[in-house]
């Protein structure tokens, strides 16, 4: 594809919708596309400095958006439809996406402004906030991408006692039918595997793999490695490498790599970690799903697929589908259901800085060296190190729940603050106080050497709280019981945990707080 996006089709002088395309929604079949007319309508897509500059992002993030941007406009142009793009490094570059905005209604006075429902409750309020001040209200559709409406999720969630994901996955695989008998029932019995699903490696370890595609980087995304190479120099991460799926073309290759080559193998092994496999069998289509270049149901109807033709087995698919059914739209729905102030919650009190070294991955912590040695080189980690390496030493840490998503925003490909924020705010620091999860996700050192071989690489030993050799993990989970001890009581889910606790006498718990407090100070030197 031509890099050229000068050549462009001119707007009408005057319109009748301005159709706002944000960088991730870059959906051919949105609702901001129903009844479009390339003789009154136009699209506006925006490389606004703010949004890549508000928060400091990995370079191959930066490049991601603006390569898919590109692409999707070029596409667009292809049909015929006139658009509005503002090159980061163009002429008349925008510093927001609201300035963007506002420019557009002065220039095209547009009887109409249209946008998909931003993921973002920010850049909501940006968006409402400049069309009504230039006097046009501004139109935010449904965003068709999702399987569940944000209505939906308000009538499933208003007065609910429990909100519990198991409910709402129950109740939208009932409604989509996927995996269920013609009486009703669950296939194979059950509602999930998640027993059969946690397996380990082993001392033979994940074994080989088949590497996920790459997409070598064309013109258009050449043009963008360039650009962010030059104006993005410090910021973190690494940028050699790029070969993201930038269209939907290449997502819907990625999909299907998937399907044939590691859904198969998902389930099994869905929260095993291993040394050096950044990938292992996940699918890693969440920033295509993210973008919107792909759609959930397409991705979960390929994974039934493959069930029905015994492609792959029930345990991986049902598993693989509540991910995307179940998590990824309760995730949405909660979001949605209480920002703004949800982003405000520090149930903990947490008021720790994120520690310095995740912004380098450098430490000799052998796990979270390898977690974030993905995140700084890919922009990626799998769930299981998001959450119970990465998310758990935030947590044990006491990083501020905010920072904690702040600094995933950063450096994740696939963070969007509707999906980063429960995610990391709610599920892995607890800051929302069990809306997504109904205890902490607290563990030591112990879980990690369970469920990886990393710590037969490291310095310290998992099963040590205190001493030269003790593991930054383990000392700090049984600080962080004994800080929250009287908040965690009346929480049933936590008894054992807190059984353990109180088996430590006085003289114990004195040593671990001062290993706890020497760890803190070799961590903000
Ligand atoms: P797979 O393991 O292959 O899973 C399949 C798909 O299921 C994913 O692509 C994703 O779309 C969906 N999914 C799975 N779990 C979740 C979940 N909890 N919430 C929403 N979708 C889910 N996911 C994001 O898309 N963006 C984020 O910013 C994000 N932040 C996270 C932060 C933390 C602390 C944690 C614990 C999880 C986060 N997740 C996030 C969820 C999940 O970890 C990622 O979706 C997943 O790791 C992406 O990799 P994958 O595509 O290989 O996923
Ligand atoms: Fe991580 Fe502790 Fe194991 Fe080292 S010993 S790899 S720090 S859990």
Known sequence: MSADLSALPDPPQKLRRLCVVLGDQLDAESAVFDAFDPAQDALLLTEAAEEATYLAQHKKRLVLFFAAMRHFALEQAALGRPLIYRRLDGAAPAATLAESLIRAIRDFDPEEIRVAQPGDHRVLTALEAAANGAGKPLLALEDRHFLVSRARFADWFRGRKRILLED?????????????????????????????????????????IAPRPRFEPDPVTREVIAMVRARFAAAPGAIDGFAEAVTRADALQALEDFIANRLPRFGDHQDAMATGHVTLNHSRLSTSLNLKLLHPREVCEAALAAYAAGRAPLNAVEGFVRQILGWREYVRGIYWSLMPAYAQRNGLGAGETVPAFFWTGETEMACLADGLGGVMREGYAHHIQRLMVMGLFMMLYGARPYAAHEWHMALYLDAIDWVSLPNVLGMSQHGDEGVVGS??????????????????????????????????FTTLYWSFLERHEDRFKPNMRMRMQLANLARKDAEERKTIRQAEAALRRRLTV
């Not at 990690?448 to 037969?456: E, L, N, P, Q």
Request: aromatic content about 12%.
């Open 439 to 472: 205890k902490p996700y607290a563990a030591s050192g112990a879980y990690i050497d369970r469920m990886s071989d990393h710590c037969a690489g490291c310095p310290y030993d998992p099963k040590q709280a205190t001493g030269p050799k003790a593991c930054p």
């Open 168 to 208: 709402f996955y129950r109740a939208e695989r009932k409604r989509a039918g996927w995996l269920m008998t013609e009486d009703g029932q669950p296939v194979g019995g059950a509602w999930n595997f998640d027993k059969d699903n946690r397996k380990s490696f082993g001392a033979e370890g994940p074994g080989l």
